[in-house]
Nanobody, 124 residues
């Protein structure tokens, strides 16, 4: 079992930045891909970005490419999502997830563990 806890969400103006963190505990010796997903009100949860165990491969949704950066620090069992140039359409609950898939794992069913989510609100 892996437990995930997100933090760093909040309210920010359009054009601003936020850095989300995901702290992992439990069976962190397992090599897992970490992903970030988001769910806006009235919409389905969607893939944002993922990073493989070593950090050598990352993948982004087109909607965030060039603005968001995913990273991880395995020594600290944490992952991060740096979000720059935020837009109102980025408003959502952001979730981190962990699973055994390789890089480019956009299918949320491939993730076994999920955090509780953190709210990001971008005002115009």
């Amino acid at each position: 079992q892996v437990q995930l806890v997100e933090s760093g969400g909040g309210l920010v103006q359009a054009g601003g930045s936020l850095r989300l963190s995901c702290a992992a505990s439990g069976r962190t010796s397992s090599r897992y891909t970490m992903g970030w997903f988001r769910q806006a009100p009235g919409k389905e949860r969607e893939f944002v970005a993922d990073i493989n165990w070593s950090g050598s491969s990352t993948y982004y949704a087109d909607s965030v490419k060039g603005r968001f950066t995913i990273s991880r620090d395995n020594a600290k069992n944490t992952g991060h999502l740096q979000m720059n140039s935020l837009k109102p359409e980025d408003t959502a609950v952001y979730y981190c997830a962990a699973g055994p898939g390789g890089p480019f794992t956009t299918d949320q069913t491939m993730y076994d563990y999920w955090g509780q989510g953190t709210q990001v609100t971008v005002s115009s």
